[in-house]
């Protein structure tokens, strides 16, 4: 059983329509923060994740698809150790990783809006 974070972030369906009338450069460059900051919590996480193989932490991914971006691991028992059992405590290594970069990964982004807006605008 593998686990993927996803979050969902109030009024994001109206940001997802601004951002699919974009120009092309604007989303590149929102691509390319979102990538960074993925692979920045990916590195979080695997920094978090429990460790005595080193199984877990090698499983632990990031990715970007239609500016989505979803960080996971796939370890079969990644949600035990995310979530926790009753003989399990929680670990939260991705749902942790997620809280201490989203504000550094909303900054990002609204940094390659202005940028592209910029740039455009010369």
Known sequence: ?????????QGLPEMREKL?????????RVHEALVFEGEAM????????PVRTGY???TIFSRVEDLILTL???A???AYQEFGTRFIRARRFLSHAIELRMQ???NRINHAI???KTEASH
């Open 42 to 49: 990916k590195t979080v996480a695997q920094s978090l994740a």
């Open 76 to 78: 079969p028992y990644a």
């Open 20 to 28: 699919a009338n974009l120009g092309d450069a604007m989303k590149e």
């Open 114 to 116: 202005d940028e592209a």
């Open 72 to 74: 996971g691991a796939t």
């Open 1 to 9: 059983m593998s686990v993927k974070m996803e979050i969902h972030v």
């Open 104 to 106: 550094t990964l909303i």
């Open 56 to 58: 877990l932490s090698s």
